[in-house]
């Protein structure tokens, strides 16, 4: 199944009324490190704190009155479910999330602060499917899947709908990858608007079943992954990977230590306040295990949901 670029342009007209435009913001400390012109595409501004809000959005108002009357339900260790609880709330209808009980305490309180309706369970993909599919089949409600469905993927590309309309002359986006729905929503938008943008991932190094994928030429399941990007753990889908094998440069792993010291810089010199996955994208420039000197590089930063009492440079 395939993502046009008009989808994505759709997408941009459908939840612009709900969404924020984040703003793009540089930091001359941070280019200096890294020597490239930067371009932070701030989507830690964004409703609940996440790009999420992005695809959460555009897949709920999609929904026919029919379809919505049973409302939504999903599965994500913070950052979609808070997403999707809010999107529904918008739209007045019930949002069943399914969350492991190992997701942080902020992303927790958010999600029930914004009305889901919380399924706790194991941290393991077989546990939140299984949980999953008994309460689609309770409720009747829409299953609307973190990053593996398209309207979702689309509603991700909006953010770099905004950054190209704002900074056009960009040689390379640089965006995480989880399950690979933000990356393949940015590439979609990036080549739809300039043909020959350079699009590259950047994924932790502890979770890097995607660079394995890609390497491979086929899907590589994410095993037991170990990193402090805790929203970059998911496997990719069967709809995002063509994606980013056909949209997609490379993907560059990134270290958990160049994770942490990216974050901690853009926080301290940038006063930009995101999180681990966040900081996976900024993370490729830091390592520098690519040259990207002397380039206009936008960076979607993802999200800014951290838990303040358990923050990486404080163990």
């Given at each position: 199944?395939?993502?046009?670029f008009?989808?994505?342009e759709?997408?941009a ?14 930091n001359?400390s ?8 930067v371009?932070f595409?701030?989507?830690n501004?964004?409703k ?6 992005r695809?959460?959005c555009n897949?709920?108002f999609?929904l026919?009155d ?5 409302g ?13 609880a809010?999107?529904a709330?918008?739209r ?8 492991p ?8 309180d ?5 009305g ?19 309460i ?18 689309a509603?991700q590309?909006?953010?770099?709908l905004e950054?190209?309309?704002e900074?056009s ?6 965006a995480?990858?989880?399950g690979?729905?933000l990356?393949?929503?940015t590439?979609l938008?990036a080549?739809g ?5 350079r699009v ?8 890097d079943d995607?660079f394995r994928s890609?390497q491979?030429?086929?899907i590589?399941?994410?095993?037991n992954?170990k990193?402090i990007?805790?929203?970059l753990?998911s496997?990719?889908g ?11 440069e ?7 230590a160049g994770?942490i010291e ?7 010199r940038?006063k930009l ?8 994208a900024p ?12 380039l ?7 999200g800014g949901?951290?838990?303040?009492k ?6």
């Amino acid at each position: 199944m395939t993502i046009s670029f008009s989808a994505i342009e759709e997408a941009a007209e459908r939840i612009h009324p709900y969404i924020h435009r984040t703003p793009v913001f540089t930091n001359a400390s941070f280019n200096e490190r890294v020597g490239a012109q930067v371009f932070f595409k701030c989507e830690n501004f964004q409703k609940v704190g996440a790009f999420k809000f992005r695809g959460a959005c555009n897949a709920i108002f999609s929904l026919t009155d029919e379809e919505a009357r049973h409302g939504v339900c999903t599965h994500s260790s913070g950052n979609h479910a808070q997403a999707i609880a809010l999107a529904a709330k918008l739209r007045g209808i019930p949002a069943y999330i399914v969350m492991p009980h190992s997701a942080p305490q902020v992303k927790k309180d958010a999600v029930a602060g914004y009305g889901g309706r919380i399924t706790f369970c194991e941290a393991t993909q077989a546990a939140r499917e299984s949980s999953l599919d008994r309460i689609r089949l309770e409720t009747g409600a829409t299953v609307v899947h973190p990053y593996n469905h398209t309207k979702v993927i689309a509603g991700q590309g909006t953010a770099t709908l905004e950054l190209l309309a704002e900074v056009s002359d960009l040689d390379v986006v640089l965006a995480p990858i989880g399950g690979g729905g933000l990356i393949s929503g940015t590439a979609l938008a990036a080549h739809g608007i300039k043909k020959g943008i350079r699009v590259i991932g950047g994924e932790p190094e502890m979770a890097d079943d995607a660079f394995r994928s890609l390497q491979t030429g086929e899907i590589v399941p994410s095993v037991n992954p170990k990193s402090i990007a805790d929203g970059l753990l998911s496997s990719l889908g069967s709809l995002t990977f063509p994606i980013i094998q056909q949209h997609v440069e490379q993907i560059v792993t990134v270290s958990e230590a160049g994770i942490i010291e990216a974050m901690r810089f853009i926080w301290e010199r940038a006063k930009l306040l995101i999180e681990p996955s966040a900081a996976v994208a900024p993370g490729v420039l830091w390592e520098k295990k690519i040259d990207l000197r002397g380039l206009k590089v936008g960076v979607i930063l993802s999200g800014g949901n951290v838990d303040l009492k358990q923050l990486p440079w404080n163990d």
